[in-house]
């Protein structure tokens, strides 16, 4: 069964959240859409502000009811979840849809060991002893790859490295085999080492389970390791999408130009100092009517200042006024040939 083929296990439709300041409501995020097969890879990617976090923890239901608007329809093996009671989305998430959080320490309670915090995960979704649980959460820690998972069951998450930590969550995440893993930034806070040990982990996770993920990241080189989609967002909206192949040999929007040109090359001379995209992403509040990038590119043109028209190329797609013809010739000035070759 070819990708495209397999059943369709996430559904995102026009997913938009805001939240309520002395201003009013601010939108975060605006107008999301993708979807997810089973047992594929999607990678979110952009800058700290994008909205990555904010789309993926709200069509989870984690997050304040009386201070956030989220609208749109998402639906999970074909049911629809948005509007899901709190009762009924508890019982999803840990069982169907399992959470990697990009802070292993602060997603652990430091006052009980690990073991106790997995096999209590697994008795709350299922019908299990609690000495059976315990053997469960250490099987687990051994799957995950921690060298003595014995020892390690019984370990405070202050007794353990960084990596080991995020090994536990990871195990947390699978404790009830979900159908869906969503990792938020997995390998943020870790050594290059221990990040390369962290993605190969996720690979045969998906592999022996069968699990598809959704990876949010800021790194375009864990992107192209790892991922078979990849969905670009920028200032709370989806500016490019399409397959990673298709996206890194000719990407359309000149934010991902910006983002494959921050990465350090490999070959040729040493630069004197790397790329980087001008400015900062703007907050909520100063995300302008139009194209969000546009106060940041060097393409930017009076057009950009309404919402920028839909582009398709096969089944790439970006939000962009620069059209088929003249594309190649800007995205050379950006980012050269050679780079994306």
């Not at 979840?81 to 999803?92: C, E, F, G, T």
């Given at each position: 069964m070819s990708p495209t083929d397999k059943p369709i296990l996430l559904d995102v439709d026009g997913l938009s959240v805001s939240f309520a300041t002395d201003r009013g409501m601010v939108p975060a995020v605006r107008d999301v859409s993708f979807r997810v097969r089973e047992g594929e890879i999607l990678s979110i990617v952009g800058e700290s502000g994008s909205g990555k976090s904010v789309t993926l923890l709200?069509?989870?239901?984690?997050?304040?009811?009386?201070?956030?608007?989220?609208?749109?329809?998402?639906?999970?093996?074909?049911?629809?979840?948005?509007?899901?009671?709190?009762?009924?989305?508890?019982?999803?998430?840990?069982?169907?849809?399992g959470l990697i959080s990009q802070d292993p320490m602060t997603a652990l309670t430091p006052v009980y060991t690990i073991g106790w915090q997995i096999a209590e995960q697994i008795r709350a979704h299922e019908a299990i002893s609690a000495r059976a649980a315990r053997r469960r959460a250490i099987e687990l820690l051994g799957e995950v790859g921690l060298s003595n998972p014995g020892e390690a069951v019984d370990r405070y998450p202050h007794q353990l490295s960084g990596g080991m930590r995020q090994r536990a969550v990871i195990a947390m995440a699978l404790s009830c085999n979900p159908a869906l893993l969503v990792a938020d930034e997995p390998t943020t806070a870790l050594d290059v080492t221990v990040q390369a040990q962290v993605l190969d982990l996720l690979l045969r996770l998906r592999k022996d389970f069968g699990s598809a993920i959704i990876l949010i990241t800021h790194d375009m080189g864990v992107v192209a390791e790892v991922a078979e989609q990849v969905a670009v967002m920028y200032a709370g909206r989806i500016v490019e999408r399409g397959r990673t192949e298709d996206v890194f040999a000719a990407p359309l929007h000149p934010y991902t130009w910006g983002l494959m040109a921050s990465i350090p090359p490999l070959t040729g001379a040493r630069l004197d100092k790397l790329r980087s995209i001008p400015g900062m992403p703007p907050s909520p509040e100063t995300i302008p009517a139009g194209c969000g990038f546009a106060p940041r590119c060097a393409f930017a043109r009076s057009a950009c200042a309404e919402r920028p028209p839909l582009q398709k190329v096969g089944d790439q797609t970006a939000l962009c006024v620069i059209g088929d013809d003249e594309r190649p010739a800007l995205r050379q000035t950006a980012l050269p040939l050679e780079e994306i070759a």
């Open positions: 709200s069509l989870l239901g984690l997050h304040d009811a009386k201070t956030t608007r989220v609208d749109g329809a998402v639906s999970f093996k074909g049911r629809p979840i948005l509007d899901l009671p709190a009762s009924r989305m508890r019982a999803i998430r840990g069982r169907e849809i």
